[in-house]
């Protein structure tokens, strides 16, 4: 059983994350990592999507330094959503099977579209698809709205 002190602490932390689920810290989501800080084998600039601000408010609850977050492990960029183009889409299904929240729908050799209110804007999307039709539009303006 988890001690409470380090529950809480768990709690505090993946609040603060930006919860995309996109795996660039290191860990499966965001609350592996907050669980890997609590315990102290990971350290709080591990977070691109969370950038600066983010590593701050992390080292502040855990209580240590802050320091910028870690560059090499991606850029820290504005909110996003992915967007598929319809008329390139073959339906193949393995943007469903990467994205992490079940933010695309679609069947077998139909169309999948992206559920805006649940895409995390995590990209891992865009490598999956075979043709490329995922483009990432910025949340406040994505195209398909």
């Not at 992390?58 to 960029?77: F, Q």
């Not at 995390?120 to 709205?145: H, K, S, W």
Request: negative net charge; hydrophobic residues 35%; proline residues 10%.
């Amino acid at each position: 059983m988890i001690p409470s002190d380090t529950s809480n602490t768990i709690e505090r932390l993946d609040r603060l994350l930006p919860q995309t689920q996109c795996g660039q810290c290191g860990y499966a989501g965001c609350r592996p990592y907050a669980e890997a800080m609590a315990r102290g084998d990971a350290g709080p600039d591990h977070c691109p999507p969370g950038g600066d601000a983010g590593a701050r408010a992390l080292a502040k609850v855990l209580g240590v330094a802050a320091v910028p977050y870690d560059r090499s492990r991606g850029e820290h960029k504005p909110a996003q959503l992915a967007f598929i183009v319809e008329a390139e889409c073959i339906g193949c299904t393995k943007c469903i099977q990467a994205c992490p929240v079940d933010a695309i729908i679609g069947g077998p050799k139909h169309m999948h579209t992206v559920l805006d209110d649940l895409c995390t804007g995590c990209e891992l999307c865009v490598p999956a698809c075979p043709v490329d039709c995922i483009v990432m539009e910025p949340a406040d303006n994505p195209v398909a709205g």
